[in-house]
T-cell receptor, first 113, second 116 residues
Framework: DAKTTQPTSMDCAEGRAANLPCNHS???????VYWYRQIHSQGPQYIIH???NNETNEMASLIITEDRKSSTLILPHATLRDTAVYYC??????????????FGQGTELSVKP | DTAVSQTPKYLVTQMGNDKSIKCEQN?????MYWYKQDSKKFLKIMFS???????INETVPNRFSPKSPDKAHLNLHINSLELGDSAVYFC???????????????FGAGSRLTVL
């Protein structure tokens, strides 16, 4: 079972910031939060990950709350090409000992003109 | 250069046939995965291999047999195909960062299997 919960869908106006929330209240102290997205008919694409500190890269920013129980992915200037399903993921189990990234339902983001 | 490549991209076959999907990664990663995405769009992990050793097997019917001849390849063979096997199958690879411990997956473009 996925360890994260996300809204099913969100809309965003083109050019505006898209803020996608995620709850991961059972995350353990050393687990990263990963964000991926899947544009229709393509393979999932890595966006960003974080542990405790906020992170930024060329695609997005990740804001993690101090208690690490939730995070927000920010696309600063959404474009129509950002329309996709966004997945917030936390590892279940130990890497190389059966640990795995389980994808939940994700948030379907629609960027509108 | 495609990092994770899958072949074929599309596969249409009859029930009862046996088919294979091949996956290759040129990223030097030590772990490879197969995920299945059904018509409801849920991505479910099926198998994972680390250094050619099977480490994840998610209650997948034994008609599905993964094979990893080396770290760069993970193939999926499916026997006696059923209608319910129709889905998009994604291969992925990863390497845990020795510095941060993070594990980022790189996915292939997917192989759409249609069983008639």
């Amino acid at each position: 079972d996925a360890k994260t919960t996300q809204p099913t869908s969100m809309d965003c106006a083109e050019g505006r910031a898209a803020n996608l929330p995620c709850n991961h209240s059972t995350i353990s102290g050393n687990e990263y939060v990963y964000w991926y997205r899947q544009i229709h008919s393509q393979g999932p694409q890595y966006i960003i990950h974080g542990l405790k500190n906020n992170e930024t890269n060329e695609m997005a920013s990740l804001i993690i709350t101090e208690d690490r129980k939730s995070s927000t992915l920010i696309l600063p200037h959404a474009t129509l090409r950002d329309t996709a399903v966004y997945y917030c993921i936390v590892r279940v189990g130990v890497y190389n000992q059966g640990g795995k990234l389980i994808f939940g339902q994700g948030t379907e983001l629609s960027v509108k003109p | 250069d495609t990092a994770v490549s899958q072949t074929p991209k599309y596969l249409v076959t009859q029930m009862g046939n046996d088919k294979s999907i091949k996956c290759e990664q040129n990223l030097g990663h030590d772990t490879m995965y197969w995920y299945k995405q059904d018509s409801k769009k849920f991505l479910k992990i099926m198998f994972s291999y680390n250094n050619k050793e099977l480490i994840i097997n998610e209650t997948v019917p034994n008609r599905f047999s993964p094979k990893s001849p080396d770290k760069a390849h993970l193939n999926l063979h499916i026997n006696s195909l059923e209608l319910g096997d129709s889905a998009v199958y994604f291969c992925a690879s990863s390497q845990r960062s020795r510095i941060s411990g993070a594990n980022v997956l790189t996915f292939g473009a997917g192989s759409r299997l249609t069983v008639l």
